[in-house]
C-alpha cells in the first residue's frame, strides 16, 4: 500500500479482512467468480468476529435485511440499484460490495451528463482504427465491457444523471449479457458474476427520468436515513474515529458529547419537529445527512486541534458548520435555522452552550 497516497481503494484497504473472509467461509458455496461466498460478503458489510477470533469492521449501520437482498440481487438476474438522499452511503456501500463480491471496486463508470453511449460501451483507438482498420486492438473496452469479460462486477454512480436515451443502452447489456460489436462482427459474451451495482440521488437538480424498461431491469433499494439517534450518532463517531486514522495529526480525545446534540438538530430539522414529538415546524431542505454531520465534526475537530481549543470551541466551530450547510442552501433556509434557534434551543436549559454557540457565530 503506496503511504503517500490520500486513498486506497476498498479492496486494498481491506485487503486482509477479506483474506480472512474468503478463507474462513471458503466451505460456502459460492457464484462462480464471487471472490467471498454470499455469506462473507454480509459480514464483510456489517461487521463480527471470526470463528479463529479475526474481527471484522461494520462498514455499514443499518438493516441488515436491505444488505441481504442487495447481496442476492447480485446473485440474480438483475441489477442493483441504490437510490436515496445524498449522503446516505450509496457509493460507499456500493464500493465495499464490490470489494468483497469481485476483489476489484474499480470498474467505474461516473454518470454526468456528458456520459455517452461510448462510455458505456466502448469506443476506439482512432489513430490505430484510421491505420490499421477496426481490429480487436483497436477496441478500447468500457468498465462494463472489462466487467463482462471478467465475471466482475462494475459500478455506475450518479446513474441519473446520464441522459435517459444514453442509461437505456444498458437495457440490452443487462437483459442479454452481451455486447455487440458490430465493426468487428462480433459479441463480448458475459462470464458468470458480471452484474452491476449503480446508484443514483433521485432529488437532486439535473437528473434525467429512468424509462420504465430500464428500471425493470433493476432491484431497487431505497437507502434510509438513520432511524434512530443512537444510529446516526454511532455512525458519525465511528467514521470521524476513521478519518482520524488517515491524518498524521495526533487528536487529542476531545469530548463529543456534543455530536448527540449535533446529530439531533439535523434529525429535528430534517423532520421538522422535536425528538418528542412535541413542537412542529417547518422542515429543512437542506442535506441534512449522517455524511454531511461526519464532515462537520471532521472538520471541527481537525480546526481545534491545529489552531488551539476545547470542548467550547468545538461546540462553536459544529455549530458555525451547521449554519454553513444550512446557509449555502438558501436564504429562507437560514431564516428557517434562525427560528429554530430561537423557538427551540434557546427554551432548553441544558442547550445554553449551544445557543451561546449560534449567537457568537451568526453576530460575526
Ligand atoms: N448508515 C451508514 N453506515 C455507515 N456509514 C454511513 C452511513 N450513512 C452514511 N455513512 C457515511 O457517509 C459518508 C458518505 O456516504 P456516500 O458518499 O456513500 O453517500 P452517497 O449516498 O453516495 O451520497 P451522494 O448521493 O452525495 O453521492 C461515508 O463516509 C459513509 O461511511
Ligand atoms: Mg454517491
Known amino acids: 500500500m503506496n503511504e503517500n497516497f490520500q486513498r486506497h481503494n476498498a479492496e486494498i484497504l ?56 442487495m447481496i442476492s440481487t447480485l446473485m440474480s438476474d438483475r441489477a442493483l440499484l441504490l437510490i436515496g438522499v445524498p449522503g446516505t452511503a450509496k457509493t460507499w456501500i456500493a464500493e465495499h460490495i464490490c470489494a468483497a463480491v469481485s476483489n476489484n471496486s474499480s470498474l467505474l463508470i461516473q454518470g454526468t451528463s456528458g456520459t455517452g453511449e461510448e462510455s458505456l460501451r466502448y469506443s476506439w483507438n482512432y489513430a490505430m482504427l484510421l491505420s490499421q482498420g477496426p481490429k480487436p486492438e483497436a477496441l478500447v473496452k468500457s468498465p462494463i465491457m472489462r466487467a463482462m469479460e471478467l465475471g466482475s462486477i462494475c459500478r455506475i454512480e450518479e446513474l441519473s444523471r446520464i441522459p435517459s436515451e444514453t442509461q437505456d443502452a444498458l437495457i440490452s447489456i443487462l437483459s442479454e449479457k452481451t455486447m455487440s460489436i458490430p465493426e468487428l462482427n462480433s459479441s463480448i459474451f458475459s462470464k458468470k458474476g458480471f452484474n452491476v451495482v449503480a446508484t443514483a440521488n433521485h432529488l437532486d437538480r439535473g437528473v434525467f427520468e429512468m424509462s420504465s424498461a430500464l428500471r425493470r431491469r433493476f432491484n431497487i433499494v431505497m437507502m434510509p436515513l438513520p432511524k434512530t439517534l443512537e444510529e446516526e450518532v454511532k455512525i458519525v463517531k465511528y467514521r470521524v474515529g476513521q478519518l482520524e486514522q488517515n491524518h498524521k495529526v495526533a487528536f487529542r480525545d476531545l469530548k463529543l458529547g456534543q455530536v448527540d446534540k449535533l446529530v439531533t438538530m439535523f434529525r429535528e430539522l430534517r423532520s421538522g419537529m422535536t425528538l418528542d414529538k412535541k413542537q412542529k415546524f417547518k422542515s429543512s431542505n437542506a442535506t441534512l445527512s449522517p455524511a454531511e454531520a461526519i464532515s462537520i465534526v471532521h472538520q471541527a475537530k481537525i480546526q481545534s486541534e491545529i489552531f488551539g481549543g476545547d470542548s467550547h470551541s468545538l461546540n462553536q466551530h459544529f455549530a458555525q458548520g451547521l449554519i454553513q450547510s444550512i446557509g449555502q442552501h438558501s436564504q429562507d433556509e437560514m431564516l428557517l435555522l434562525k427560528e429554530y434557534i430561537e423557538n427551540i434551543i434557546k427554551k432548553r436549559g441544558d442547550w445554553k452552550d449551544w445557543y451561546e454557540a449560534f449567537k457568537s457565530v451568526l453576530n460575526e
Open 14 to 69: 481491506c485487503a486482509e479482512e477479506l483474506a480472512e473472509l474468503s478463507q474462513s467461509f471458503k466451505d460456502y458455496d459460492k457464484p462462480e467468480n464471487w471472490y467471498c461466498s454470499p455469506q462473507a460478503v454480509l459480514m464483510f458489510i456489517m461487521g463480527g468476529t471470526l470463528a479463529n477470533g479475526f474481527k471484522i469492521s461494520p462498514k455499514y449501520f443499518g438493516d441488515k435485511a436491505l444488505v441481504e437482498i
